[in-house]
């Protein structure tokens, strides 16, 4: 499945936005966000099939996040408005869906090394 690069994460004040980007080497048909707040586990909340760009939002984020994918730069993106505090947590992208629930980390072979987003109030 090759490497995952995530960047684009950093401090921003709640009503702020952000935008992740996550590149990745090998060639791939679905790709994820998660999301791991601190003392939590790691949770899904975008996924999107990069043919046909086909998405599931988790409730906690539909309206607010957007997810995109340049198939030609290998990158996949993710834009967060309306931040708030408890989007804060360590942001990785995936791919190697293998089955189960998109939103299980569990059904994910490959991940980034992730990115910081702190949300202040």
């Known amino acids: 499945q090759g490497q995952l690069v995530e960047s684009g994460g950093g401090s921003v004040q709640a009503g702020g936005s952000l935008r992740l980007s996550c590149a990745h080497s090998?060639?791939?048909?679905?790709m994820a966000w998660f999301v791991q707040a601190p003392g939590k586990e790691r949770e899904g909340i975008v996924s999107?099939?990069?043919?046909?760009?086909?998405?599931n939002y988790a409730d906690s984020v539909k309206g607010r996040f957007t997810v995109s994918h340049d198939k030609a730069q290998k990158i996949l993106y993710l834009q967060m408005n309306s931040l708030n505090p408890d989007d804060t947590g360590i942001y990785y992208c995936?791919?190697?869906?293998?089955?189960?629930?998109?939103?299980?980390?569990?059904?994910?072979?490959?991940w980034g090394q992730g990115t910081q987003v702190t949300v202040s109030s």
């Open positions: 090998a060639r791939t048909w679905r």
């Open positions: 999107i099939y990069v043919d046909g760009g086909a998405t």
């Open positions: 995936a791919t190697g869906y293998k089955s189960g629930p998109w939103s299980a980390s569990s059904s994910w072979m490959t």
